[in-house]
């Protein structure tokens, strides 16, 4: 199998992002590609290591054995995620069992070849030398019984953030979002008192644990752990400030609760001693609190930048959460320009007092849901939805948006070309598949379309596109990307540069109108020296931009006809192309305009739509490669054209939903 037709996939893998252009290439030169049937084992626990996995495609599940000598699962690891390191970086036997759930793609580095590329790419070795020493330390003492955890450590850059609330609702919906062991850690000073057991309604009899110089042991941990009956469990740690050494216990706490927990958050001192921030350096997250205060955010950018230059922590795991309820509401990009970072999530205004379990009490409050988005995220279990092209064909979205919500599939973020750009604008602001649909209907005539045509002279496309866009304004309005409910990518291309263009910022009108101007028809969008057109062109079927934002599960529904449907379509419109050809010569100069018109809808607009087609239909295949579940719906027997059967799309789009709505329940509940 050729390395270079996954090359758009392995670039985007977290641990090989970093590499150099050189480093890239001996990488390519070493990788090999490998399948496993489903229920295949891809090694056992014992055995000598062999080589470096990384996922392509399919789940894989990792167990063990116990003292009993009965098999435990682990994790089960998603596409991305790598496996067989810790092996292969000691040279001791696998301590698990790796198993393919179903048919799996996997990406192979044999072990000499891997300790080569080490070598040739130190920030690599760098890297993977943390999670090796968190892995390994004190595995003799107390041995793992989960496969791979992560550390989120929270704090505040300002008091009375609601960093202990938020810390608190964060494990709860972790667990609950990834049904894995969570364990919170609330460290206070000696002469503060815990917040959180307010928050939580447990009263003043809860157990402390002290960060001694000596630290607690296994059995005294263990003793310390409060089980809380949500699912979680809770750990209640106090310091004394003259004591120099609690930092280290912490660091000596963690590698013996890695073991056991697959998410471990901290709950640190709002203060910005260095013995604080050096605990930091064993987080693999950072949330960091603030408001929308200018001196808030001021104070947050100085934390960042000490983060990041004295403790050399990166920039990409640093995630700020602005509070609103923290001070006057002021705009996103605002804020963003003060903090010079990207704002990771907004939390709404909640009420005084909030119970520390808001997810669980109360679902459906606008906070719960902004944190369950977070937790999904953090959780590595984002479900994206992938809208492809094609006009009229597009409508099939609305359907499989009415199945979404009616049998209440999460979808944590939606991307769309061309007309899958309209329609994930309208679903992402908040209409539902109804009021989308009622939208959409509107064009309830075949010349409706022609209505919205408005010619000029053929320089750079014969449409200007003021109308579509009027269209668009009226149910879009000025919203922005910041004021959409859930995230949305919105794909144009840039054919000079041959490339996707990812519109996630901005007004959301300007995404849409580039993403839909399909080259030689409409005028290209401008933007800041650019050339926009359609997101069809080169992302016919947009997976791309959802898995490098990390979703490791993707729904994606391609409307792109199959190589056969889409020839004899082409032919036939040729065809109607040369016949057109040789009335137009038999018209008067003064005639043509109104025959165009006329003809546009049989004619000009098919063959061009029918050449993209062609070009679209071997990208899309590819694209698809990088989701789970690919709904093709049945369109035969409707024209691209035919905006006013909408309904009828739309059911086609609701009856693919539905004969694969076993396999998204599955892909959401692994």
């Known amino acids: 199998m050729k390395t270079n037709h996954y090359d758009y996939i392995i670039k985007e893998i977290p641990i090989f992002a970093g590499l150099s252009p050189r480093e890239w290439q001996y990488l390519k030169r070493t990788i090999r590609f490998e399948e496993f049937r489903k229920g295949q ?103 793992k019984t989960i496969f791979e955890s992560t550390i989120i450590a929270v704090l505040s850059s300002y008091p009375q953030a609601g960093k202990t609330v938020y810390a608190s609702n964060l494990a709860f919906s972790l667990a609950q979002q990834s049904h894995k062991k969570t364990i919170i850690l609330d460290i206070c000073p000696q002469d503060k008192r815990h917040r959180m057991p307010r928050f939580l309604k447990i009263g003043s009899q809860y157990r402390v644990c002290s960060l001694s110089s000596r630290g607690p042991g296994p059995d005294r941990l263990k003793s310390c752990i409060l089980k809380d009956k949500f699912g979680i469990d809770i750990i209640y740690f106090t310091y004394a400030e003259i004591d120099g050494f609690w930092p280290r216990t912490v660091v000596d706490v963690l590698s013996l609760l890695v073991n056991d927990y697959h998410f471990i958050i901290l709950d640190l001192p709002s203060r910005k001693e260095k013995r604080v921030l050096r605990i930091l350096n064993q987080a693999d997250i950072i949330h960091i609190l603030t408001s929308p205060k200018p001196a808030h955010l001021k104070s947050t950018r100085g934390l960042i930048k000490k983060l990041e230059e004295d403790f050399g922590f990166p920039s990409s795991k640093i995630k700020v959460v602005a509070n609103v309820a923290g001070g006057a509401q002021t705009p996103t990009d605002q804020m963003q320009a003060i903090l010079q970072h990207d704002i990771f999530a907004n939390l709404p205004r909640i009420e005084a007092r909030v119970s ?42 609305i359907g499989v948006l009415r199945v979404i919500e009616e049998e209440h599939i999460p979808i944590d973020v939606v991307s769309g070309s061309s007309i899958g750009a309209f329609i994930a604008s309208l679903w992402a602001i908040g209409k539902s598949s109804a009021e989308i649909l009622a939208i959409v209907k509107e064009f309830r005539e075949p010349k409706y379309l022609l209505n919205l045509l408005d010619f000029t002279f053929p320089l750079l496309g014969f449409i200007k596109g003021n109308k579509i866009y009027n269209v668009f304004k009226q149910y879009i309005g000025d919203k922005t990307f910041y004021d959409v409910k859930i995230p949305l990518k919105i794909i144009a291309s840039d054919v000079k540069r041959k490339q996707p263009i990812v519109f996630d910022k901005g007004p959301i009108i300007d995404a ?159």
Not at 362 to 383: F, H, M, N, T, W
Not at 560 to 572: A, F, K, N, Q, V
Not at 616 to 629: I, M, P, R
Request: glycine share 6%; charged share 30%.
């Open 356 to 397: 520390a379990r808001l997810v669980v009490e109360k679902p459906d409050a606008e906070y719960s849901k902004v944190i369950r988005r977070i937790a999904r995220q953090e959780g590595d279990c984002l479900v994206g939805l992938a809208l492809g092209v094609g006009v009229a064909y597009g409508f099939c979205h």
């Open 41 to 143: 084992v891809i090694y056992k626990e014992g055995q000598p290591p062999t080589s470096f996995y990384c996922i392509i495609r399919g789940r894989v599940v990792v167990s063990a054995l116990d003292h009993a000598g009965k098999s435990g699962i682990l994790e089960y690891l998603h596409r991305g995620q790598y496996f067989g390191i810790i092996s292969v970086l000691t040279g001791e036997p696998h301590s698990v069992t790796a198993k393919a759930l179903n048919d799996c793609l996997l990406l192979e580095i044999s072990k000499d070849d891997f300790d080569a590329l080490l070598r040739k790419a130190p920030q690599l070795a760098i890297d993977l030398s943390t999670t090796l020493s968190r892995r390994l330390k004190r595995k003799d003492i107390h041995p």
């Open 512 to 670: 849409i109108m580039a993403s839909c101007s399909m080259p030689g028809v409409f005028a290209p969008f401008a933007r800041k020296g650019e050339m926009l057109f359609d997101g069809g062109v080169i992302s016919p079927l947009p997976t791309e931009p959802l898995f490098e934002m990390g979703v490791k599960k993707i729904i994606a529904v391609n409307l792109t006809p199959d190589r056969d449907d889409i020839m004899h379509t082409y032919e036939r419109a040729k065809q109607g192309f040369s016949d057109g050809v040789e009335k137009i010569k038999k018209k008067e100069w003064f005639n043509l305009k109104d025959y165009v018109r006329k003809k546009l809808n049989v004619n000009i607009l098919d063959f061009i739509f029918s050449s993209f087609e062609i070009m679209q239909s071997e990208v899309a295949l590819k694209e698809a490669q990088l989701a789970d579940v690919v709904l093709h719906p049945d369109t035969s027997g409707l024209h691209w054209m035919e905006l006013h059967r909408a309904e009828e799309f739309a059911k086609r789009g609701e009856e693919e939903a539905r004969r694969h709505l076993d396999k998204m329940k599955k892909l959401i509940d692994e």
